[in-house]
């Protein structure tokens, strides 16, 4: 009898282990809504941050401002709160668009403002400054273009426009309006 029982305790010992080795595992380990992938959390936060982009003469090509950026990881989103993007062409002359909050894609060809969207146009010899208002503006910084999927306002010396979309290619200097578009002149002449 002696000799059973001495296999027993052993055995129990090792099952006492494995189970406690489970429950451990068990414990310790992130449940799947918790993966790295899924978390809510921003990987990185930055104040005050402020990217210019040059062209590869070295010359400055946009700059991309916001008082704060948030970066996730797993879904490689950037987010950024009050952000400015500033396009600073020779050519195309200076355009800026600000607004609350915007997504940046995970390529960065991409800037998706949103909220009291904002565009300035500096005004340029044989046209003048132009002011923008829409809800929700798509920025392609590499291609100079930006796009409205929403209601915009322009106005400008001589016009105010309304439109359901607006595409703008600062290239050529190209304004697409389309939906439901109106239009008045402003007379120079007082």
Known sequence: MIARGSLWLPLAILLL????????????ELPASDSPSAR???????????ALRTDPAGNPHYRLSARKLKHYSG????????????????????????ARQATVSPDGHEVDLRGNVVV??????????????????LVFPERDRLRAPGAVNIRDA???L??????YDARQRVIKLTGR??????????
């Open 162 to 167: 309304r439109a359901s979309a607006m595409e």
């Open 17 to 28: 282990l494995a189970a406690l080795s489970f429950w451990i595992e068990r414990s310790v």
């Open 120 to 137: 300035e146009r500096a005004a340029r010899p044989g046209q003048s400054a132009m002011l923008l208002r829409t809800e929700r503006l």
């Open 75 to 98: 879904s490689k989103r950037t987010e950024l709160e009050s952000p400015r993007f500033l396009q600073l062409g020779v050519q195309a002359g200076e355009v800026s668009a600000e």
């Open 158 to 160: 001589t016009s105010n």
């Open 181 to 190: 578009v109106q239009a008045r002149y402003i007379s120079g002449k007082s």
């Open 40 to 50: 809510t959390d921003p990987e990185g936060i930055m104040e005050n941050f402020d």
